[in-house]
């Protein structure tokens, strides 16, 4: 099945069983300030669950634009190492709202996968909340998984979008990636979800039944819900038969484009890391722009910043010293401007307010390379193992590297920074520029007396606009 079939079969599954299809919301969450960017599916539901709002359906499906880059999901790190991790990437998801809860919830879950997808049940493997006694019954009744295939977990087993918000204990799927893949597991008798990679989690169902407040409290909701959530590129990858997201057709179109503009070879291995990380980053960038956040030093637009500046840094590690991300919009927008059309009328502008970052960054990037590999031979020396933080502020002041490029670059040579050191420069920075404004402030006094001067030398300026206009405007 290619991707899009994927995708559509699952939303065709759900609406068979009168699930409402609806679109994916924006990558910047409506009217909530307690989250940066939209990071799964059920953000856009968030008042139905609180039960504060009401939509015209009980049960809907979608493939929702996530982001994972800040926050308490935050893959930034994992991206081009962890072959499923991404910064930017859908989530299936279906839902109930105080419809049908944990038994059909379940009971669709296995049937999507085991009759209509096909993934041997021999593969599969389910884990519930500690305490969850109700969910194992139900997998144990609803399907035929083994009671040695469910494992029960803690942390990974409650789910939460942010600090605040609806969670609840959640049941999650996940598929055996094979023991030849893995031979360090074979004689491991605890193996098994959330042991080892080569147990890969690809459906998180929630059943959401509770509120986070502030001060930490859990409040029961006025009623229960299903909240699913499944990676879309994951899924794609097992079903296709890959060990990687990269290695399906959502990515493989991008690598290749990557590897001819940038005259480099493509490898599964570590080599390729700089062709995968531009190519998350890529998807990334299109639809954080295409929802209208704008590269800045502040909020969202500086993750994004920071997101584009890396791309730029892992083109110069493919010896690229000019503009060229930019190009890729196009290719991204092919493989995903039908399912999210809201990016086609803006495809232009993404481009260009790409092209013009990227244009930005090189103009200094070179310098501050130097300047770090000064700081790293210095360090070599000295044996020292931290970057100095005025170093890291200046590279960032002077030179537009973000902290966690630095951090990043450092780390690749075995070092760390000094990231207080760093904050005090950028505080201490701050307070210059408030003395700065505050000097203004009695400059205002001193501009003022120049006007004087310019009065009593010249004289009044008689203001003429108003005429002027009226003359010009009946002469058009
Ligand atoms: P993981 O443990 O792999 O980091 P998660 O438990 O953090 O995933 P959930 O919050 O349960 O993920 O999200 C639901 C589903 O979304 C996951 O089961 C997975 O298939 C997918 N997913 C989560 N994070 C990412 C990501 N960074 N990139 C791609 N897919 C992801
Ligand atoms: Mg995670
Ligand atoms: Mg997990
Ligand atoms: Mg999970």
Redesign the pocket.
């Known amino acids: 099945m290619t991707s899009d079939e994927i995708r559509a079969s699952f939303l065709e599954y759900f609406r068979k069983n009168r699930h409402a299809i609806v679109p994916s919301a924006s990558l910047i969450p409506a009217g909530d300030p307690t989250l940066l960017f939209t ?2 599916g059920m953000n856009q539901f968030k008042d139905v669950f609180l039960g504060i709002g009401q939509r015209e359906y009980t049960r809907a499906v979608d493939t929702q634009k ?1 982001l ?1 880059v800040s926050g308490k ?1 935050n ?1 930034l790190e ?2 081009g190492y ?1 072959p ?4 930017f ?1 859908e ?1 299936l998801g279906n839902w109930s709202f105080g419809d049908y809860y944990k038994q059909e919830a379940i009971a669709f879950a296995w049937e999507l996968v085991t009759e209509l997808w096909q993934i041997p049940k021999e593969r599969l493997w389910a884990t519930i909340y500690l305490e969850d006694d109700e969910t194992e019954k139900l997998w144990l009744q609803e399907t035929d998984l083994p009671l040695s295939r469910i494992r029960r977990c803690d942390k ?1 087993n409650f ?1 939460e979008m942010g600090e605040t918000g609806p969670c609840g204990p ?1 049941s ?2 996940f598929v055996d990636m094979g023991v030849d893949a893995y031979p360090e597991t074979a004689n491991d008798p605890d193996a098994g979800p ?1 042991t080892s990679d080569r147990f ?5 169902l ?1 059943f959401i039944q509770y509120n986070r407040n502030e001060d930490g409290t859990l409040e029961p909701l006025p009623a229960t819900h299903v909240d699913t ?7 794609t990858s097992i079903l296709q038969g890959v060990d990687s ?1 990269y290695k399906t057709d959502l990515f493989t179109p991008l690598l290749t484009t990557i590897a001819d503009m940038t005259d480099t070879a493509y490898f599964d291995d570590e080599r390729g890391l700089p062709h995968r990380v531009i190519a998350d980053h890529i998807r990334c960038l299109t639809f954080a722009i295409g929802d209208g956040v704008m590269p800045s030093n502040e909020g969202r637009g500086y993750v994004i910043r920071r997101i584009l500046r890396r791309a730029v840094l892992y083109g110069k590690k493919l010896e690229i010293n000019e503009a060229f991300i930019y190009r890729l919009v196009d290719n991204v927008i092919e493989l995903l401007g039908d399912v999210f059309p809201d990016v086609l009328p803006r495809r232009e502008f993404i481009t260009r307010t790409i092209q013009g970052e990227e244009h930005r960054f090189h103009q200094t990037i070179e310098r501050g390379l130097e300047l770090l590999d000064r700081s790293f031979d210095t360090l070599k020396e000295q044996n020292g193992t931290q970057v100095d933080g005025k170093r890291a502020f200046e590279l960032y002041d002077t030179f537009g590297f973000p902290l966690d490029l630095t951090q990043m670059l450092a780390r690749e040579r075995g070092f760390t920074v000094d990231d207080v050191g760093f904050e005090n420069s950028m505080e201490a920075q701050r307070s210059r520029g408030r003395a700065a404004w505050d000097a203004r402030g009695g400059a205002k006094d001193e501009e003022i007396s120049v006007y004087a001067e310019v009065l009593k030398e010249h004289g009044e300026t008689e203001f003429v606009g108003y005429t002027q206009n009226n003359i010009d405007a009946e002469i058009v």
């Open positions: 990071n799964a996530c994972r999901h893959d994992e991206v962890s499923s991790h991404h910064t990437f989530m990974d789910w959640c999650e799927l959330n890969r989690e690809f459906w998180n929630v959530g499944m990676g879309f590129e994951r899924i997201n």
